[in-house]
């Protein structure tokens, strides 16, 4: 029986399976996922880099709404899968074709060809890790609250801090929480028709 031939020019997209295991494409969310291979399929072998896809055009494709599809671009980006190059704006003038400008993509996962053209891949979602990933998460959301001193190892209060200062529940007049100082009392004359006054006359 004679194969059928399949003709090669059929146009489609390869996903190798040396990126598939990848960690950052392990962790890829099933909108980021979609959103990729809608990227890929606009890449032609020559355009890496002006690769166009507006978001309107993406919620379209990928069929889910603005929220998701934001967290997919995000996604993508920051485990290096693409970087946007040229990014659009609502307010740019549409061009001579009557289109309106787009952000175009570079795939990282194949050489750039423009701006710049270059001879190797980056492929920066080969370097992403998962637990580099949540120690950048974990210092961004951090907010130092006390001084610049004790602060540099991320920690929001030192131990030093933690075993002197207490409760806000006061022990009796004469007795003070640990570390807290008693502050300096003085007496003010009262003046003209104040108390002093009145006694002296």
Known sequence: ?????????????????????????????????????????????????????????????????????????????????????????????????????ATTWLITEFKADHPTPSITAAKDFMRWSAIKSKEKARCDESTPMVCGEHTADRQMVCGEHTKRVTTAHHKGPDRLSDGVTRAHTYNTPLGVGGREDADAA
């Not at 997209?13 to 291979?37: E, F």
Request: glycine content about 6%; charged content about 30%; aromatic content about 10%.
């Open 1 to 101: 029986m004679k194969k059928r031939s399949v003709p090669r020019d059929l146009k489609h997209i390869r996903l190798y399976d040396w990126m598939l295991s990848s960690p950052a494409y392990r962790s890829l969310s099933v909108y980021a996922r979609c959103l990729y291979t809608e990227i890929r399929r606009r890449y032609n072998g020559s355009n890496n880099g002006a690769i166009s896809m507006a978001f309107r055009e993406a919620m379209e494709l990928v069929g889910c709404s603005n929220r998701p599809l934001l967290a997919a671009f995000a996604e993508l980006q920051e485990k290096g899968f693409v970087r946007a190059v040229q990014k659009g704006a609502f307010d740019w003038k549409t061009r001579a074709d009557g289109k309106s400008r």
